[in-house]
């Protein structure tokens, strides 16, 4: 057998020891081997290596614990659960998308609800009563028996009443009428709650 | 897709029921309700006491009216909470009592009625009613006292400062009066 024979097959050799030759080729391939000792050998040295890796892979084999492969194997196929944000994300992209109509009329019908609850609740806050801006006297009376005439006057910070006493003035001037609010009752309460003396002592003037 | 159990919208729509269910409900069990403050002052002329300090602003409004009070004192102070039908009494000690009615509260404004009334028979003395506003105080003369004149302020309710305990410790009650009665005189016949 020559030389150049024995490098033809030795590439062989491999598939041949795992089976992986035709039957053309592996009857030829142990026509040679039993005819060449060198081929032999060697075939029987890949023989033994096969042999100790599959029994060493299969010794590793034993020795691994494959109690949990199962779950493990679950957990990683089954689809984590998403943070609530991320859900709600998508729950709103869903509905974007294939409830647009809904969600836009919802959002209108929301906007509004805002619009009017904001102002309700601003108003809310506003102490109560007190809408508007300047407080007023709308009205003062007195019984006759008390004999007391209201005088107003209508100031910066707000508004007098001052009671005036007209028991011993009955006599010299006219009993001042109850006023209402307004800076023209007011001028003339005071000047009557000032000085009332004035009226008695003003001259009067005598028939022509 | 699969549907997650929480919907938002649906989340919206029940908060907002629920808001204006609650608003609404508040809306309707609200009774009307207005927060007054009143000071009782007096005003007279034994010295040139102005206490509190914030009462000058006070002495110069009755001065440019033609009051010449050097003093003003606060005897007392308080925020009131008035009720619609549920009037608040404020006692005087000039043996009178001023009693202070929230009339009504229309598009916001309140209208209330103060009523001066002379104990111990309760004879009505006068009656002021006035819508409240948010600036301006109304300053009620409510009789004499001690060498002086007695004054009721009704303010918006954020600009008092409640003060209790400056009723003069000489004060007592006086005797009252016989029914029906009105203590004469009791008035300004002119200007102080």
């Known amino acids: 057998m020559n030389r150049a024979d024995c490098q033809s097959w030795t590439p062989l050799l491999s598939a041949f020891i795992d089976g992986e030759l035709v039957s053309a080729q592996r009857l030829e391939l142990e026509r040679h081997l039993s005819t060449c000792a060198k081929c032999a050998a060697r075939a029987d040295d890949l023989r033994a290596t096969s042999t100790l890796i599959r029994v060493g892979m299969e010794m590793r084999a034993d020795e691994a614990d494959f109690s949990d492969f199962a779950d493990k194997v679950f957990a990683r196929i089954t689809p984590e659960r998403l943070p609530w944000l991320e859900r709600w994300k998508l729950s709103l992209s869903e509905l974007l998308t294939y409830h647009r109509t809904a969600m836009v009329s919802s959002l209108v019908a929301a906007g509004i609800a805002v619009l009017i609850a904001v102002p309700l609740a601003l108003r809310a806050r506003q102490p109560a009563g007190y809408a508007s801006p300047e407080l007023a006297v709308q009205l003062v009376s007195t019984v006759p028996d008390a004999h007391l005439a209201p005088v107003v006057m209508k100031g910066d910070q707000g508004t007098i009443i001052w009671l005036v006493n007209h028991r011993h003035t009955l006599v010299m001037a006219p009993q001042a009428e109850p006023t209402t609010n307004g800076s023209q009752e007011a001028d003339g309460g005071e000047a009557a709650g000032q000085n009332p003396s004035l009226k008695q002592q003003r001259p009067r003037g005598g028939e022509l | ?192």
Request: a positive charge.
């Open chain 2, 1 to 192: 897709m699969t549907s997650l159990p929480i919907r938002p919208g649906r989340a919206v729509c029940a908060a907002l029921s629920l808001f204006f269910l609650a608003g609404t409900r508040q809306a309707i069990a609200a009774e009307p309700a207005v927060q007054i403050g009143t000071q009782l002052i007096l005003a007279s002329n034994r010295d040139s006491t102005i206490d509190p300090p914030e009462l000058v602003s006070m002495r110069d409004q009755f001065s440019q009216k033609g009051f010449a009070f050097t003093s003003f004192r606060r005897l007392s102070g308080e925020k009131l909470t008035l009720h619609k039908g549920k009037p608040a009494e404020i006692a005087l000690p000039n043996q009178r009592t001023a009693s202070i009615r929230l009339n009504d509260v229309k598009h916001g404004t309140a209208h209330v009625e103060v009523i001066l009334s002379q104990l111990p028979s309760k004879v009505v003395i006068s009656s002021t009613v006035l819508t409240l506003g948010r600036e301006g105080s109304l300053f009620q003369h409510v009789g004499d006292y001690d060498g002086g004149q007695l004054i009721l302020v009704i303010s918006p309710a954020d600009t008092v400062k409640p003060r209790r305990a400056a009723l003069p410790t000489s004060w007592r009650p006086e005797p009252p009066l016989p029914r029906g009665e009105l203590s004469s005189c009791s008035e300004m016949t002119c200007c102080p």
